[in-house]
Nanobody, 125 residues
Framework: QVQLVESGGGLVQAGGSLRLSCAASVRTFRVTVMGWFRQAPGAERELVAAFRWSRGNSYYADSVKGRFTISRDNAKNTVYLQMNSLKPEDAAVYYC??????????????????WGQGAQVTVSS
C-alpha cells in the first residue's frame, strides 16, 4: 500500500511560480514511477511530468517543457514539481500518482495504482 500526500497548490498570477510536493509513504514495496497529472474542468486527466525511479528518466508534456521541472528526493521518497512561468491554461487540479510495478506508458493514467488527493492550482491572468 502506498499513500501519497500532496502539498503546495494555490493561487498565483500568470508568470509566477509554484512548487508541488508529493511524499510517498511506502511500506513493503518500492515505487517505480512517480508522476504528476492534471485535470481541468471538462477535460481528461493528462500527464504533466513523470519520473522513473530506478532509471532516473523524466518525461514531460509538450505544453510544459522548459517551464516545469520534476525532481526527487530519494531519502524522503518525495517528488517535486517546480512550475515556472505559469499560464492561465495551467490551472487545474494536480494529482500525484505512483506505481510499484513496471509502467509501460507513463503518459497513461490507468497505468498508475496510487493517487494523491489532488492539489488545486489557479492561475490568474
Amino acid at each position: 500500500q502506498v499513500q501519497l500526500v500532496e502539498s503546495g497548490g494555490g493561487l498565483v498570477q500568470a508568470g509566477g511560480s509554484l512548487r508541488l510536493s508529493c511524499a510517498a509513504s511506502v511500506r513493503t514495496f518500492r515505487v517505480t514511477v512517480m508522476g504528476w497529472f492534471r485535470q481541468a474542468p471538462g477535460a481528461e486527466r493528462e500527464l504533466v511530468a513523470a519520473f522513473r525511479w530506478s532509471r532516473g528518466n523524466s518525461y514531460y508534456a509538450d505544453s510544459v517543457k522548459g517551464r516545469f521541472t520534476i525532481s526527487r528526493d530519494n531519502a524522503k521518497n518525495t517528488v517535486y514539481l517546480q512550475m515556472n512561468s505559469l499560464k492561465p491554461e495551467d490551472a487545474a487540479v494536480y494529482y500525484c500518482a505512483a506505481d510499484t510495478n513496471f509502467v509501460a506508458n507513463v503518459y497513461r493514467p490507468d497505468e498508475y495504482d496510487y493517487w494523491g488527493q489532488g492539489a488545486q492550482v489557479t492561475v490568474s491572468s
